[in-house]
């Protein structure tokens, strides 16, 4: 990339301070109006008054826009996990890494939009099945730097996934009034109670 | 459906006894050869001696061929996690599932095969996801009628499927020679012990 490049992209920032926001909010109005499927990435740069152009410097397509989280909730998991005490059990590193992504989960009427996007898309729900996936197996990798074996880093690793989805389930679930943390840390205590 | 076409079709299967196990085979035989992507069904058909026609009265699509037995597996499952008995833990009722679907898994050289074409195609990766995440859910409901609440019952449906997929991919690994029951059982244990 060119200086000059550099410059002008700088320049766009500049003049225009949160497009990246802005896309985010116009996608999540329109995917709600008309549907994800029907909505283009033309009618998202119109409707956040800025150009298809600009869509594209942010986003590779609409889908992605609402996974946009997932790399750095990915991260904050990992760095909890591999953070933990030296002497923390598995289960400990694994809690710190769900306490962690906790702070993800306090806007709970996005969450909701979000999630009823997501349940009328069969694709979108299919990557979010990836999405999760691929979440278990860095889970396992970072309690493998831990010196955890297998199979217990991976069984453990989609045992969390699992309390994470549930968790999330109940809270965006409608009438729901329980904090996030409050919803995983109980479904943490069931898994080891049922398991016990 | 008239008697006329009843009829016509048990004269189908009287002449082609096991067309449908010879598309199977075919299918297997050409998505190891050319890729998933690349065969179609008038192919699959051609290998088997059969007409395309004779391809849409076994399979809705190419794709399907690869999850034919899922069905099945999830009625063992179920039956099994139903029919533990009444003062079994929902952990002895979920172990009782996981080892009825063991008996599914005995054709190592057929799971790999398949395995390696599922890894092989995105779309074949996010079909067996989505039918894992059915599967969780099932379990759940199995769990939920033998009286088991939430979220204790989706918490152990997810592990299920976690020991489950942890224990499928040790078992077509290369150069493993233990069998699915063995490590899945191994993996049931490393649950317990993590969570302890």
């Keep these: 990339m060119s200086a000059a490049v550099i410059k002008y992209d700088h320049d766009m920032v500049r003049w225009q301070p949160d497009s990246r926001g802005r896309l985010e909010q116009a996608a999540m109005e329109l995917f709600t109006e008309r549907?994800?499927?029907?909505?283009?990435?033309?009618q998202i740069a119109e409707r956040?008054?800025?150009?298809?152009?600009?869509?594209?410097?942010?986003?590779?397509?609409?889908?992605?826009?609402?996974?946009?989280?997932?790399?750095?909730?990915?991260?904050?998991f990992v760095d909890a996990v591999a953070g933990a005490p030296a002497d923390a059990s598995p289960f400990e590193a694994v809690t710190a890494g769900l306490d962690a992504?906790?702070?993800?989960?306090?806007?709970?009427d996005h969450s909701r939009g979000r999630q009823a996007i997501i349940d009328s898309d069969a694709s979108l729900q299919e990557r979010e099945l990836i999405?999760?996936?691929?979440?278990?197996?860095?889970?396992?990798?970072?309690?493998?730097?831990?010196?955890v074996t297998e199979p217990a880093a991976s069984v453990l690793g989609q045992a969390a996934i699992g309390v994470f989805h549930v968790a999330f389930g109940q809270w965006v679930a409608p009438g729901n009034t329980r904090g996030y943390a409050e919803l995983m840390h109980e479904s943490l205590a069931e898994l080891r109670a049922i398991t016990a």
Tied chains: 1, 2.
């Design 35 to 42: 549907g994800f499927e029907q909505t283009t990435a033309a």
């Design 48 to 76: 956040a008054g800025l150009t298809e152009r600009t869509f594209f410097r942010h986003f590779a397509d609409k889908r992605e826009m609402l996974f946009d989280g997932s790399p750095r909730l990915q991260q904050l």
């Design 101 to 108: 992504v906790s702070a993800f989960f306090v806007d709970l």
């Design 131 to 147: 999405k999760m996936s691929r979440l278990s197996s860095v889970i396992a990798g970072a309690l493998r730097e831990r010196g």
